[in-house]
């Protein structure tokens, strides 16, 4: 039978705000496309489509009920590995990485699966072994490999942008569930440690992202373009902003890839600082929303799996953000809901989906 409180307990107004950033980001992909000549130009048109695929990923997820997914946790995750394993022997090269696979004539990229996949596994882990000391550096171990195969997979495509936010997602869920004192300075030391002696394990155009990073002016016209006409962007829209489809930097091809990890840069020229303010509000509302969501669960594995998603967000919104203003080297770590591409969107809403579901069954134990 039907429980009626699943629709009187749907958060409609969490689902508005999300669909409100996503459609001023399909309104942002018409004005940074406005001036191209191609099919290509439609890329709004393709992003509603996905808006539409996510929306109705959103329904699915939300007609059952997510502690299914708690003893499904682990075969995905296998399955997954396997799937970036796979990658590496048969994976789709483009621009120099083998991220995708053919999957029946879809390209699929598992490493964004692995995103979602890590929470729903990490949840089941935390809920099943937590307790209220916290974890010893000995318990972290399981979780630690749990993470540390996919992130390892992941930087062999090589995708470092994506290997570092499966661990920001993980590292943030056990900070939540709790580390003891002592872990978390051996936890210190090591990331340290391997901080070092990772630039030595880096490829030859990451380690030069990173200098490009600490002095883009050094090579203007090449690794340092991006970022350069990126923060010209962003400061040329002023207080107010330029105008709709007015902004110089991307309607005059200055900015490179400004549908997809620059799109930010697109918004911030044409809108100003109180566009950007605006927007910057809703991403926190969404945020925050989610983590009230993980209070209020009715068990530690929704909890854990609201925590996770939320953690997701924040993490993709504060990399692409610190990126595209010169915080943080140029990743490529797209802005969630606004920046053009059908596996961030599909993503993102599957993450919405996961919360909503967890929202609306808060009152079920």
Known sequence: MFDRRLITHFDWIYLLLVLLVALTGVANLYSATSTWTSSISLVYMKQLY???LGLAIVVLICLFDYRHLEYLGFPA?????????????????????????????????PSELMKVVIIIALARYFSEKGHLLGFSLKELVPPGLILGIPALLVMKQPDLGTAMLILFIGGTMGLFCGIRRSALVCLGIGGLMASAGGWFLLHDYQKKRIMTFLNPENDPLGAGYHIIQSKIAVGSGGLQGLGFMRGTQSQLSFLPERHTDFAFSVFAEEWGLIGCLLLLALYLLIVLWGLHIALRASDRFGMYLAFGVSAMLFWHILVNLGMVIGLLPVVGVPLPLFSYGGTSMVTTMTGIGLLLNVSMRRFMF
């Open 50 to 52: 996905w808006l539409g």
């Open 77 to 109: 995750y296998i399955a997954t590995v396997v799937m970036l394993l796979a990658v590496l022997v048969v994976g789709k090269t483009s621009m120099g990485a083998t991220r995708w696979i053919s999957l029946g004539g879809f390209n699929v990229q």
